[in-house]
């Protein structure tokens, strides 16, 4: 069941900041989400958050979303989709939402350096890189520790590197990486791999991959930057040091969702939970992309939610006296 909101507003409305809908977050999903809304005729704002165009902006070439046949960029391909939703009308705001208010309508949503109001409001904020939690982490981040090697690869050439997880982006990434460094160690927790078998076997055939099972990086040691890591074996508890110019962390992410948490309902894990296809706890909520999709994670299908999301929403205003 949605829960019920006070139709009463709590604040004074300035029309010029009132919005049909505001989507939060700025990857395939909100943008695709602008698109569909702005063509709708609904008056649509997107807040790009604090990295505009989300994680593909971090990719380099994207070969799996249909339509471009010899692949494009990842920043090219959300260019292209957010002047798609400019040509609509949807108005973007490059700024950060500080604060949600869902208690009364309009929602309210505050940013840095303003506050809007909306009908409806649809979140695609995303997820971000999991962190190791580990001593030298922190300190070493930008100096070595890295959450994206086709951002950081580059700055590695002929140096040893090491890359922790067993997933695809781990596998993708250490493969990417052999471009750059001397060799690439992987150092994955258990003795087999969760990644897909394809990326696998291209993994297994590149000579410059030393697969390192069953340990984890228990410490990052160096002085500017990092010079090498302690990895625990598993088994036997022994540690054992390691020399590395660079160690590329892929252990999967985590939902941007905790401006939300005190007012939706979350899972276990942070994600948003949904029903009725995108409709979150509250009425007029809506979610879509990786915010609560921790399954499949594509920018195909976060797209997809996202075009989900703006037809529910469209539906939602139009049976709703909200709407204008
Ligand atoms: P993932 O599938 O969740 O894999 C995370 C890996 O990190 C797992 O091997 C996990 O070990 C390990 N791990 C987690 N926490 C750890 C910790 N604290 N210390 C050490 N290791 C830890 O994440 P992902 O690889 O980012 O992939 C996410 C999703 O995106 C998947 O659905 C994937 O298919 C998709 N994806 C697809 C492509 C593609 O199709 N080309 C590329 C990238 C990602 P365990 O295995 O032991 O749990």
């Given at each position: 069941?949605?829960?019920?909101?006070?139709?009463?507003?709590?604040?004074?409305?300035?029309?010029?900041?009132?919005?049909?809908?505001?989507?939060?977050?700025s990857g395939p999903a909100g943008f695709t989400a602008g698109i569909y809304?702005?063509?709708?005729?609904?008056?649509?704002?997107?807040?790009?958050?604090?990295?505009?165009?989300?994680?593909?902006?971090?990719?380099?070439?994207?070969?799996?979303?249909p339509?471009?046949?010899?692949?494009?960029f990842g920043p090219e391909l959300m260019m292209n989709m957010r002047q798609q939703a400019e040509?609509?009308?949807?108005?973007?705001?490059?700024d950060e939402v500080l604060k949600v208010d869902f208690r009364n309508r309009p929602f309210l949503i505050s940013t840095h350096s303003e506050s809007y109001e909306s009908r409806a409001i649809l979140l695609c904020t995303g997820a971000s890189p999991r962190k190791?939690?580990?001593?030298?982490?922190?300190?070493?981040?930008?100096?070595?520790?890295?959450?994206?090697?086709?951002?950081?690869?580059?700055?590695?050439?002929?140096?040893?590197?090491?890359?922790?997880?067993?997933?695809?982006?781990?596998?993708?990434e250490a493969t990417f990486l052999t471009k750059f460094g001397k060799a690439v160690k992987l150092i994955h927790r258990r003795d087999s791999l969760r990644a897909s078998k394809i990326l696998q076997e291209k993994a297994f055939e590149n000579s410059k991959i030393q697969f390192i099972?069953?340990?984890?990086?228990?410490?990052?040691?160096?002085?500017?930057k990092i010079e090498s890591v302690d990895i625990k074996n598993l088994t036997t508890g022994k540690?054992?040091?390691?020399?590395?110019?660079?160690?590329?962390?892929?252990?999967?992410?985590?939902?941007?969702?905790?401006?939300?948490?005190?007012?939706?309902?979350?899972?276990?894990?942070?994600?948003?939970?949904?029903?009725?296809?995108?409709r979150t706890s509250i009425d007029g909520v809506f979610a879509a992309g990786d915010v609560h999709d921790y399954r499949y994670r594509q920018a195909v299908t976060a797209a997809g939610f996202g075009c989900?999301?703006?037809?529910?929403?469209?539906?939602?205003?139009?049976?709703?006296?909200?709407r204008r």
């Open positions: 069941m949605s829960k019920n909101v006070n139709n009463d507003s709590h604040h004074p409305t300035d029309l010029k900041n009132l919005y049909d809908v505001i989507i939060i977050g809304s702005s063509r709708a005729k609904l008056k649509t704002l997107i807040i790009s958050g604090s990295l505009p165009g989300g994680q593909l902006m971090t990719t380099s070439e994207v070969e799996n979303y339509g471009f046949p010899n692949g494009i040509r609509f009308g949807t108005t973007i705001v490059d190791l939690g580990i001593d030298g982490e922190q300190e070493f981040g930008g100096r070595g520790v890295s959450y994206c090697a086709t951002c950081d690869g580059p700055f590695f050439k002929g140096e040893e590197i090491a890359v922790i997880g067993g997933g695809d982006t781990a596998l993708e099972w069953n340990h984890v990086v228990s410490k990052i040691k160096g002085t500017k540690i054992q040091n390691l020399s590395v110019g660079g160690l590329f962390v892929a252990i999967g992410h985590e939902p941007n969702t905790s401006i939300f948490k005190d007012q939706l309902e979350l899972d276990d894990k942070g994600y948003v939970v949904i029903r009725d296809n995108t989900m999301a703006a037809l529910d929403v469209e539906k939602w205003l139009s049976e709703n006296k909200f």
